[in-house]
DNA sequence: GCAAATTAATGATTTATTCAAG
DNA sequence: CTTGAATAAATCATTAATTTGC
């Protein structure tokens, strides 16, 4: 019943670090946008445009994890030469990433990713997957932290039994796996963040329209457009 | 020191199953692979060739969940014409799907799951994501499944303490959260399935070199080729 | 002062859990 | 109730800080 999306992979230009020029490095060729990138196009079948298109989540690359294959084998591990390994952010894009966090926006769509990764493309090389790993990242681990201030407060100020003892050195010290959204208490707040319902061929859709609850404009530097 | 490698998405071919032929549902326009189908290509630089290129995820689609939202404003959700929300697997398909977990495959790479969905293109209306979901939720359930039997097990030749009186209604009941991989120690067993490291231009990788501990073909039915 | 060893952060995956369509 | 779809939590692995020995 739902329209289809089928989505479109739009490959990367592949060798783009050639000349990062680290620092602000103008000129990212192509590598928009890795995969994930896909946008939701033709249903299929003439269905009728969906409230939303239904999200989707991208599944891993289907490759076998390869642990510590690098350091069990270090044969010959020779030149590091451009960074083409983990993305590795600069502090501009740390900047605005933070902001937009700030913001209120938790899970961008597609089209938020695509703006903001092309946005912080200015600043170095960058994906739009790592623009995604981050703000899952962020997210996940600011809730954690404040999950873990929030019950060492009540600890304090309940019985204060020092339990600071428990990370003197042991990060993951088994976790409590209690108070799951106590303090936090906005769980599945803004859920609702623009749509990314690229329709067909519009693919210029505004993706401006997301005031939910927050009213910080995506890029105010770049209204709309690619340009 | 590290090697670094550059993850390059490719394009899919867009209409690739243009006329499979198919038993069930003709006309399945291309859709061969969603997006998280690329591959680790070239590492940007001159590394050396990794034990395996590093896999990578593909983030979600980013767009936000709409959890309830057909529901919540369900205005106007006509026509139910043909069967476009969520995959609905046909017997053929499930009994393919489960042929190949049982031999042993349990997180297929992006030319297992090419391949995995084009043949069950044939069966009906299929995509990449829909086979990588059936993997993982398959293999999660098998595993809770399996986990639930042998504590209970345990608790009933040990015991005998009717702890079975949980899951009446109660599909989350807080979980045990123990027993992580008491019996099902087969704990990542066999992780390297393929290697999905297409190198270059040789896209038409055999992937048949997965003799892990398993012997199933992925499909003998069409050992290679699109045709 | 620098380079190897160690530790702390955090990017990237995988797994577990949840939600809702059929 | 089953199970496809999606998210969140947990985990792993790599890179930057930091420390230590010279």
Known sequence: MRLHHLHVAYVEKASSSSSPAPSVSPSIPGSAFPAFAFKCLRPLAPKISLPEPRKMIAPPDFVPRARNASKLLNYAVQVPTAGTTRWNPSPEQIKV???????????????????????????????????????????????????????LTLSTLDSSSLLAANETKEGPEKKKKEAHDSLTSCKRRCKAWGDGAGDGDAATTEAADCTDDVTLELFPLRPQGKA
């Open 97 to 151: 990433l933070e902001m937009l966090y700030r913001g209120g926006m938790r899970t961008p769509n597609s089209v938020q990713i695509e703006r903001i990764t092309d946005e912080l493309g200015k600043y170095g090389r960058i994906e739009g997957k790592n623009v995604f790993y981050w703000f899952q990242n962020h997210k996940a681990r600011e809730r954690q932290k404040q999950k873990r201030a929030a019950l």
